[in-house]
């Protein structure tokens, strides 16, 4: 590892409050994932944060903050898949992986250079149970290895609620959770995204604020929607399509 050994107390901090230990084991992982995403800040653009602070609590505590709804999502399913679209930086993804080495997780992004990134990640760290795939949602979501295929699926500032739907929901099974980290004051985007949550066969599931405010040191909202009913084949449209023309 190279460089000055990260501050990692709001990590910490954070598995505390679910009663999680902070293992030599995850601490290593975490240090070596914070200095990679330094390292790789510099060349390539994987987050406009460069304070290692507020990459610290922005990016990893606001992962951590899912884990309930993970663990709901993973209960009894053996092994459970877990998909998380536009990925990016690995967020949540990577964070979840660390602490959750039993699940499968699936890193998908349209961007190569960020997949790059996380095939070092995961080489480096050896985690075993996470395949980073370079395509884009609309594609990858016909395929039939992934469509219906999954527990959980996240999205964290992917896009407009209506177009993450559109974009996550075909990779879940009946019954499958997809998990929205959110801003505040999303009331218009949620009320402009119920005919696309009918239309793709999702009911909204909760809103709430997301748990460690105080650690991420910033108000967001959890939006979670269960998907009730397969969806139907013509979703997610062409690629492009969602984002221009989202459902409504
Ligand atoms: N989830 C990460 C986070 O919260 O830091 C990254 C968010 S970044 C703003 C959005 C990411 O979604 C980008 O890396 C982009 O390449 C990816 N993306 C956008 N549209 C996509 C699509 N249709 N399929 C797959 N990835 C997509």
Redesign the pocket.
């Known amino acids: 590892m190279s460089g000055e050994p990260l501050d990692l107390e709001f990590v910490q901090q954070a598995l505390g409050r679910w009663g999680e230990a902070f293992t030599p084991e995850r601490e290593r992982a975490f240090q070596q994932y914070g200095q990679l995403l330094l390292q790789w800040n510099r060349q390539i653009n994987?987050?406009g944060l460069d304070e290692w602070s507020a990459i610290q609590r922005r990016?990893l505590v606001?992962s951590l903050a899912l884990l309930p709804w993970v663990d709901r999502a993973c209960e009894r399913k053996t092994p459970c898949r877990m998909i998380?679209?536009?990925?990016?930086?690995?967020?949540?993804?990577i964070p979840i992986a660390v602490v959750r080495p039993s699940l499968m997780i699936t890193l998908?992004?349209?961007?190569k250079k960020?997949i790059r990134f996380l095939e070092t990640v995961v080489q480096q760290l050896r985690l075993a149970n996470v395949v980073p795939i370079h395509?884009?949602?609309?594609?990858?979501a016909h395929q039939p290895a992934h469509r219906g295929r999954y527990h959980l699926a996240?999205?964290?500032?992917?896009?407009h609620l209506a177009t993450a739907c559109e974009?996550t929901l075909p990779f879940l099974a009946p019954g499958g959770l997809a998990l929205f980290?959110k801003g505040t004051g999303i009331e218009q985007e949620l009320a402009e995204s119920q005919p696309a949550l009918a239309l793709l066969g999702g009911e909204l599931l909760a809103v709430e604020p997301l748990p460690l405010a105080d650690l991420v040191g910033t108000a967001s909202t959890l939006v979670v929607v269960r998907a009730v009913r397969p969806c139907p084949p013509m979703y997610?449209r062409r690629?492009?399509v969602?984002?221009k023309r989202p459902l409504g």
């Not at 996240?154 to 896009?159: G, N, S, Y």
Request: net charge negative.
């Open positions: 994987l987050t990016l606001e998380d679209v536009g990925t990016g930086a690995g967020i949540p993804g998908l992004d349209a961007t960020k395509e884009r949602a609309e594609v990858l996240t999205a964290r500032a992917l896009a974009l980290p997610p690629p492009g969602p984002a």
